[in-house]
């Protein structure tokens, strides 16, 4: 494969990381409800965003599974992670940077582009880099599950779901009913068990991908 090839194959990686979202057999999406909702009870100015730091600026959690579950994680359009049906780690995204399994530790993909041309900057991430990486991944995962796990009923949510997808059918709440009330949402709730699964172990690097998936 020539640089170029692989280059472009690499940016259609990119590409595809947040395209293939909406292709996900089973998904649920949470959206941010802000501080002066009425679902929180208080005006905004009597409370502060319970979320961590790293959270605060997230307004959209997706969480979904492909056919063969494989399991994605998106944080808006600026985080994605990506796990198989192992609950190993496969590939990451965190702008501007795409991460992808290789030989037992990740690969960062760095797009430069001059006037002339672009050129993609490969970085195998030594054992440091990865774990530091790897530790910034699990305090997000953490954090989410902590986040998305709380009762319907909890005080000062941050996070509601909005829609889901059930793998035989989608379920596109179009009633005045909060989501929470409609039958299925347990596809919702089996989501985030996965991730609290994840949570709970060490996170392990796949195996490199074998051609394209």
């Given at each position: 494969?020539?640089?170029?090839?692989?280059?472009?194959?690499?940016?259609?990686?990119?590409?595809?990381l947040f395209?293939?979202?909406?292709?996900?057999?089973?998904?649920?999406?949470?959206?941010?409800?802000?501080?002066?909702?009425?679902?929180?009870?208080?005006?905004?100015?009597?409370?502060?965003?319970?979320?961590?730091?790293?959270?605060?600026?997230?307004?959209?959690?997706?969480?979904?599974?492909?056919?063969?579950?494989?399991?994605?994680?998106?944080?808006?359009?600026?985080?994605?992670?990506?796990?198989?049906?192992?609950?190993?780690?496969?590939?990451?995204?965190?702008?501007?940077?795409?991460?992808?399994s290789q030989?037992?530790?990740?690969?960062?993909?760095?797009?430069?582009?001059?006037?002339?041309?672009?050129?993609?900057?490969?970085?195998?991430?030594?054992?440091?880099?990865?774990?530091?990486?790897?530790?910034s991944i699990?305090?997000?995962?953490?954090?989410?599950?902590?986040?998305?796990?709380?009762?319907?009923?909890?005080?000062?949510?941050?996070?509601?779901?909005?829609?889901?997808?059930?793998?035989?059918?989608?379920?596109?709440?179009?009633?005045?009913?909060?989501?929470?009330?409609?039958?299925?949402?347990?596809?919702?709730?089996?989501?985030?068990?996965?991730?609290?699964?994840?949570?709970?172990?060490?996170?392990?690097?796949?195996?490199?991908?074998?051609?394209?998936?």
């Amino acid at each position: 494969m020539t640089s170029q090839q692989f280059m472009a194959r690499q940016e259609a990686d990119h590409d595809d990381l947040f395209s293939e979202a909406i292709a996900l057999t089973s998904r649920a999406i949470w959206k941010r409800i802000r501080p002066d909702h009425p679902a929180n009870g208080q005006h905004s100015d009597d409370l502060e965003d319970p979320a961590p730091a790293r959270l605060q600026s997230v307004d959209e959690i997706l969480i979904g599974t492909r056919a063969n579950d494989w399991l994605s994680i998106y944080w808006d359009q600026s985080w994605m992670v990506q796990f198989n049906e192992m609950n190993q780690l496969r590939r990451a995204y965190v702008e501007p940077c795409l991460y992808r399994s290789q030989g037992g530790t990740l690969s960062r993909l760095t797009r430069h582009r001059n006037p002339h041309e672009t050129s993609l900057l490969r970085h195998d991430l030594n054992e440091p880099e990865l774990h530091s990486f790897l530790a910034s991944i699990s305090r997000r995962l953490t954090e989410t599950f902590a986040l998305l796990d709380r009762p319907d009923s909890a005080e000062f949510k941050t996070f509601q779901l909005a829609s889901f997808v059930h793998p035989q059918a989608s379920i596109q709440p179009a009633d005045s009913r909060p989501p929470e009330t409609i039958p299925s949402t347990f596809i919702a709730r089996t989501l985030v068990a996965r991730l609290g699964r994840i949570c709970v172990q060490k996170l392990v690097i796949a195996e490199p991908p074998r051609g394209r998936h």
